[in-house]
T-cell receptor, first 115, second 116 residues
Framework: DQQVKQNSPSLSVQEGRISILNCDYT??????FLWYKKYPAEGPTFLIS?????DKNEDGRFTVFLNKSAKHLSLHIVPSQPGDSAVYFC??????????????FGQGTILTVHP | NAGVMQNPRHLVRRRGQEARLRCSPM?????VYWYRQLPEEGLKFMVY????????ESGMPKERFSAEFPKEGPSILRIQQVVRGDSAAYFC??????????????FGPGTRLTVL
């Protein structure tokens, strides 16, 4: 069962515009949601996170929004830059019991930012 | 402060051989996690370890796979009698103690295992 889903395999955006990456989850037993960026042949790099008790967190060009009733989160990048082109993974951290601490990842979205 | 180190970066094995993947966490991090990424898929959790303890191995295949994080030295993911389906990128991540409120996991560059 896929508890964390990224339904868009790819997204193409013009430089300077906003990129919006989406993620849905089906389990409420998560305490943090995280976004990672990954280049080919490298490990994921942590970008930004949000606690399950918040609805927004902002860090520079990156903002993550959490809609708990819809079990949906999104990452906004504005303005988008060509260097942002990478695979973006949404991840959810287990809140307790045997799942505490482990991350469940979505399938990833390939973002391409055109100059 | 060095990041998470993994070696080797690339490993080629023939079917039936053993693969040993090593991970040195970031300085001050006592928690290690192993994830596997199959082609065209996201990362899948395998095992969560603290020093000398396996906390959660619910993502590990029941046979041929084992992991350890000894008191001294790196964490080791061991795959015995490898098969072609084990070909994947294996990522290690580390974090400080969770009770401190930290929640980020920091990833190493990965080991790409190819089974011929």
């Amino acid at each position: 069962d896929q508890q964390v889903k990224q339904n868009s395999p790819s997204l193409s955006v013009q430089e300077g515009r906003i990129s919006i990456l989406n993620c849905d989850y089906t389990n409420s037993m998560f305490d943090y949601f995280l976004w990672y960026k990954k280049y080919p042949a490298e490990g994921p790099t942590f970008l930004i996170s949000i606690s399950s008790i918040k609805d927004k967190n902002e860090d520079g060009r990156f903002t993550v929004f959490l809609n708990k009733s819809a079990k949906h989160l999104s990452l906004h990048i504005v303005p988008s830059q060509p260097g942002d082109s990478a695979v973006y993974f949404c991840a959810a951290r287990g809140a307790g019991g045997t799942s505490y601490g482990k991350l469940t990842f979505g399938q990833g979205t390939i973002l391409t930012v055109h100059p | 402060n060095a990041g998470v180190m993994q070696n080797p970066r690339h490993l080629v094995r023939r079917r039936g051989q053993e693969a040993r993947l090593r991970c040195s966490p970031m300085k001050g991090h006592s928690h290690v996690y192993w994830y596997r990424q199959l082609p065209e898929e996201g990362l899948k959790f395998m095992v969560y370890l603290q020093k000398e303890n396996i906390i959660d191995e619910s993502g590990m295949p029941k046979e041929r796979f084992s992991a350890e994080f000894p008191k001294e030295g790196p964490s080791i993911l061991r795959i015995q009698q490898v098969v072609r389906g084990d070909s994947a990128a294996y990522f290690c991540a580390s974090s400080p103690p969770l009770a401190g409120g930290s929640h980020e996991q920091f990833f190493g560059p990965g080991t790409r295992l190819t089974v011929l």
